[in-house]
């Protein structure tokens, strides 16, 4: 039996009809076609489906949809302004932070709401913040490196 529910996505609002048993990840990416969050794990170990609900990095695969109700969201679709890559996207392009690409998104959206609330991180609080994202490509030098300089210029704002 599917029930109405409301999503307030990327400050935009959506009513979908889901079953109460669907994760906010199956909604984003089968209901509402928004798939820069990306499926791996199904079990919140790989950090790939992670998205910010009202400030928060959640794993979207752990979390149901109607759950999600009356919370601000925000997915790596929603990140961007105005055609402008988000400063932490750009210092992963910079920094060779994204080589396949399959854990960027999630990686990205962590790092943004670990950023919101430490803007100045040391290298030690990076990588205890990414330390629930798998990543098999850049051995997470770039990573680090790219969250580092992205809190750099987003403190020079």
């Given at each position: 039996m599917k029930q109405e529910i409301e999503l307030r996505i990327n400050g935009q609002t959506y009513e979908v009809e889901?079953?109460?048993?669907r994760t906010l990840l199956?909604?984003?990416?089968?209901?509402?076609?928004?798939?820069?969050?990306k499926q791996s794990c199904g079990e919140g170990h790989c950090g790939a489906c992670t998205v910010i609900v009202d400030g928060q990095a959640v794993n979207?695969?752990?979390?149901?949809?109607?759950?999600?109700?009356g919370k601000d969201i925000l997915t790596i679709e929603g990140l961007s302004e105005g055609g402008?890559?988000?400063p932490i996207q750009e210092a992963f392009v910079t920094h060779?932070?994204?080589?396949?690409?399959?854990?960027s998104p999630g990686m990205?959206?962590?790092?943004?709401a670990f950023l919101d609330q430490n803007p100045d991180p040391s290298?030690?609080?990076i990588r205890k913040a990414i330390s629930g994202h798998l990543c098999r490509c850049t051995g997470y030098v770039?990573?680090?490196?790219?969250?580092?300089?992205?809190?750099?210029?987003?403190?020079?704002?």
């Open positions: 889901a079953q109460p048993w199956e909604v984003l990416r089968d209901q509402l076609n928004l798939t820069g969050t979207s695969c752990l979390m149901l949809a109607f759950e999600a109700q402008q890559l988000h060779g932070a994204v080589q396949c690409g399959f854990c990205i959206i962590a790092a943004k290298e030690a609080e770039q990573i680090i490196e790219a969250i580092r300089a992205a809190a750099e210029k987003m403190g020079t704002r």
